[in-house]
């Protein structure tokens, strides 16, 4: 059986390249429904080269042929604040787009894909989609927007501007693929192309990323990136264990102290819930700590850490 590039590297080393744009269009006509076709790739910040790179986290910047932005960004493991950092990246990318001094109707419509391979709070699905509307409190109805283009009047909906966001959680989709989203998701996850395969991008992908066709250093190079990833998601998960067994232990004492002055029954349960969630946070902290002593001795920038494990810079500088 062939064996297939996973997407994430891919997307930092090999599909920014114009010849390659029919995989990355594949993956957005089949979320978006519609026919994408990318015009060019824009400069994202995430990209660096470096072997202390952010292995973790690739960005990709495209404008289609509607001059609308996408954004496709791949998360590896665990961050803090992630919505808040994928609302900053909208936002940033809407004003990087505008010339100084423009008028606001050459704001451009942004897109947001997020595909993550780490657990991302709770929900049953692997793929979210949202999108901000103004709707009437009393009514339900859409409000309609009334604007200028061309000394003409047309109505514009919020849906025509206002971001649009996609999750996918990668680690979720645990099924035989039959759609074309539920291929792009197999590839995804676990890098599985079918042979016979229709689904936009993947025929391309199939032909353009095969492991074999690297050269060894490429080979070579792949291959560190799969153990950094594994590695980090092993020092995560093993800390996060440990976190939460702690906090079991901890929370059953004070639950039996608790139970003894309000029903011991009672108390355990309450005990056990509230050390499940003490050692889930402090397996957390504890991990981030880790990780960010370890890319410290890379000599990844203190700001970079910071932003990617949520602590200070000056706890950062401590370690």
Known sequence: MDKYIRFDWAAKRMLRNKANFAVLEGLMTVLFDEKVTIVELLESEGNQEREDDKFNRVDIKARNSKGEIILVEIQQTRELYYLQRILYGVAKTITEHMKLGSKYDQVKKVYSISIVYFDLGKGADYLYHGQNQLIGVHTKDQLVINTRDK????????????????????????????????????????????????????????????????????????????DNIMVENDILETKVIEGLEQGRREGREEGRREGRKEGIEEGRKEGIEEGIEKGRM?????????????????????????????????EIAGL
């Open 151 to 226: 000394d003409a009047i047309r109505m514009v909906a919020p849906s025509d501007i206002f971001p649009e966001y996609y999750i996918i959680r990668v680690n979720e989709f645990n099924k035989v693929a039959t759609t074309p989203l539920e291929e792009w998701i197999d590839y995804l996850k676990d890098g599985n192309i079918k042979d016979d395969t229709t689904t936009p991008g993947l025929a391309e992908a199939r032909e353009r990323l095969r492991y074999l066709q690297m050269s060894d250093a490429e080979r070579r190079a792949y291959d560190r990136h799969m």
């Open 282 to 314: 402090e397996g957390r902290f504890e991990a981030m700590v880790d990780l960010a002593r370890k890319m410290k001795q890379r000599g990844t920038p203190l700001a970079d850490i910071s932003e990617f494990t949520g602590l200070a810079e000056e």
